[in-house]
């Protein structure tokens, strides 16, 4: 029987929904300590304007750096990572219950579940620690100059946005990968059980019409 278009994407929908409402806690951590962070503790984020590429990253790894550039490398790392632990925890149960439709509230089991699911965003992490530490000093290498439109987008801002629309995708993909294709490959064996004992009963009435 064909599946109505509801019920056939709706884990889609719901993953997508969840994926939304998951960026905007894990990104509004993120801008929150990064911005925050760069006002009490009085860090210049804009310190690498007008430097190469070569000479930042040399800036930051040699002893003698400019400590206003490590800082803002570490902030930036800081607020990736806690914007990242935010997504993670917050995503986690509605991607159990709601998209997933998991119903399985075993203590181990929800533990083992949610170290699973957290090793499968770790990948993830990591592309979002590179975008958000390491383009924002490339573009201060470009010789970019932030904009306003409603809000200033500063390198951090820009970077910030294209970090979530890539780790979005990824998370999706991955996601599918993992989870939808292994659920249409158990649905495919279930429907080829149901045939086959649906062929074994057509061909015992069909001897029996024989007969008749």
Do not use: C
């Amino acid at each position: 029987m064909k599946k109505r278009l509801p019920d056939k994407y709706r884990e889609i929908l719901i993953y997508l929904v969840v994926g939304v409402l998951t960026t905007v806690v894990a990104y509004g951590v993120r801008l929150a300590v990064l911005y925050g962070g760069a006002a009490v503790f009085s860090i210049d984020l804009g310190a690498a304007d007008g430097n190469s590429l070569p000479e930042l990253f040399r800036q930051i790894f040699s002893a003698g750096g400019s400590r206003d550039i490590k800082n803002a490398a570490v902030l930036r790392i800081v607020a990736v990572t806690l914007g990242w632990i935010a997504g993670v925890l917050f995503a986690f149960y509605p991607n159990k219950k709601w998209v997933f439709r998991n119903n399985d509230n075993e203590r181990q089991a929800v533990r083992k579940q949610f170290w699973s699911f957290t090793g499968s965003r770790v990948g993830t992490y990591f592309v979002e620690l590179l975008i958000g530490v390491a383009f924002p000093l490339l573009l201060a290498a470009m010789g970019y100059s932030a904009f306003r439109f409603i809000v200033e987008f500063t390198p951090d801002l820009v970077t910030s946005i294209f970090s979530m629309v890539v780790v979005t995708v990824l998370n999706y993909i991955l996601s599918k990968l993992i989870v939808f294709r292994k659920k249409k490959k158990a649905a495919a064996e279930a429907e080829a059980e149901v045939e086959k004992a649906g062929t074994a009963t057509h061909d015992g009435n069909g001897g029996r019409d024989w007969t008749d």
